[in-house]
């Protein structure tokens, strides 16, 4: 079935007419518009699928790509502790405002062969280039270091220096996992073609994390009646507390 599908999508890839950015057209596609969220879930990966087709004015190749998977966004707080008379006490602090919950880049080549550090600040090609732009202000930049590195251990934020393949001089594709743990909601992935060290080519697709069946109810539940839930949840563990102390009983 999967067999199937890759053919369908380099089918579409070369026949699907192509939206114009900049120098060149690029179809992007993607395997899963939807990633279904059950109690089982142990993560997956989403393949997204490229072509570029050059315009008369294209720069010659070779082209080199590189993909952006952003998720929703969310507050982060990174607190340093010490050590002060015997306790460990919080010391300093950051807050990273509107960080995505998932950040991933991918690229066909590492990205100090095929870009400029300029192009890394402005497409943001960077962990840190990233945790210094929504960082506030006020608090210390030294903490953007652990901040990168608690993110990366819990799989929020992926380098792939060979993640994007290239299976001709114009067709790609990239293979995104999506972690147990990915936070519901919409999730854009965006593919840079890059020559001569500048983005000539520039589109977009997308995909959502849902969760579905009964877990997608007790989650809306718990958002939109916070009060109800914590009831339900207090006579939840009541009633399994009476359950388990009748049956020891006997």
């Given at each position: ?55 008369q004015s294209a720069t010659d190749g070779p082209y080199s ?186």
């Amino acid at each position: 079935m999967r067999h199937l599908f890759v053919l369908l999508a380099m089918m579409v890839l070369f026949l699907a007419p192509a939206a114009a950015q900049d120098d060149v057209n690029v179809v992007f596609v993607n395997s899963d518009p939807v990633v279904a969220v059950h109690s089982n879930f142990r993560g997956q990966t989403v393949t997204l699928f490229g072509n570029i087709e050059p315009g008369q004015s294209a720069t010659d190749g070779p082209y080199s790509v590189v993909v952006l998977v952003q998720g929703p966004s969310s507050d982060w707080v990174v607190r340093e502790k010490e050590r002060q008379g015997g306790l460990v006490l919080n010391s300093a602090s950051a807050h990273y405002t509107q960080t995505p919950s998932y950040y991933a880049i991918l690229s066909s080549s590492p990205l100090a062969q095929i870009v400029s550090p300029e192009v890394v600040d402005k497409q943001r090609l960077s962990f840190a280039g990233l945790a210094a732009l929504t960082r506030q202000g006020d608090d210390t930049s030294n903490l953007d270091s652990e901040f990168v590195r608690l993110m990366r251990s819990a799989g929020n934020f992926i380098e792939g220096e060979r993640g994007v393949v290239m299976h001709s001089a114009t067709t790609f594709s990239a293979r995104v996992p999506v972690a147990s743990n990915a936070v519901n909601g919409l999730y854009l992935a965006r593919a840079l073609i890059i020559a001569d060290g500048k983005v000539v080519g520039e589109t977009t697709t997308r995909f959502t994390v849902r969760t579905q069946g009964f877990e997608r109810y007790v989650a809306n539940l718990a958002r939109s009646n916070p009060v109800l839930y914590g009831l339900a949840t207090i006579l939840l563990a009541l009633g399994t507390g009476w359950l388990g102390g009748v049956l020891f009983k006997r």
